[in-house]
């Protein structure tokens, strides 16, 4: 009987990128959330129900791979979260809201935090490209100010459409194990 391996990624991202989205696109069963009433005025404006804790996702690739899907909540309030689901992760998406350029600050802390803390492949998926004003991964790559030296790669999708869900994954798994070998 083979051992299944399990490889356990990241999804984090500002408030309202696609974090759950993302995960509920993709994940083979139903996703464990941890939604509750968003409290905020500014961000009920944005949306009603925001992560608190983590939503959780599960993919089976193969006969011998598992990747188990972990989503962070936005708000740097929740961001001892960000550390405790940060550890044993292979990899990281930082998904950014590409029409909401007032995000893309917050974006960039939250990149460096997971960079500083936790030395695996990083990959931005430059969210609702679908949808008019996105700006591109090019400008968005600009507006973060990846460096080459960081190699980080903007990645468009649209949260919603499940095989450009899994394009992101499959670029991050292709750099995880390039990364390992």
Do not use: C
């Amino acid at each position: 009987m083979k051992t299944i391996k399990k490889i356990k990624i990241v999804v984090a991202g500002p408030f309202a990128a696609g974090k759950t989205q993302f995960i509920n696109t993709v994940s083979e069963i139903k996703t464990v959330a941890t939604e509750r009433k968003t409290t905020l005025d500014k961000e009920k404006d944005v949306k009603h129900q925001t992560t608190v804790a983590m939503d959780f996702g599960k993919i089976r690739i193969d006969d011998e791979h598992e990747l188990y899907l972990f989503g962070t909540p936005g708000q740097s309030r929740f961001d001892f979260m960000w550390e405790i689901l940060g550890e044993g992760a292979l990899g990281i998406i930082i998904l950014v809201d590409s029409t909401d350029p007032k995000t893309f600050h917050e974006a960039r802390k939250i990149i460096n935090f997971f960079h500083s803390r936790f030395p695996v492949p990083i990959v931005v998926g430059a969210n609702k490209q679908d949808l008019p004003n996105a700006w591109s991964p090019e400008d968005i790559s600009f507006a973060l100010d990846i460096t080459d030296e960081e190699d980080i790669p903007v990645i468009p999708l649209s949260a919603k459409n499940k095989e450009e869900v899994k394009d992101v994954l499959l670029k991050l798994l292709e750099i995880i194990r390039e990364y390992i070998s």
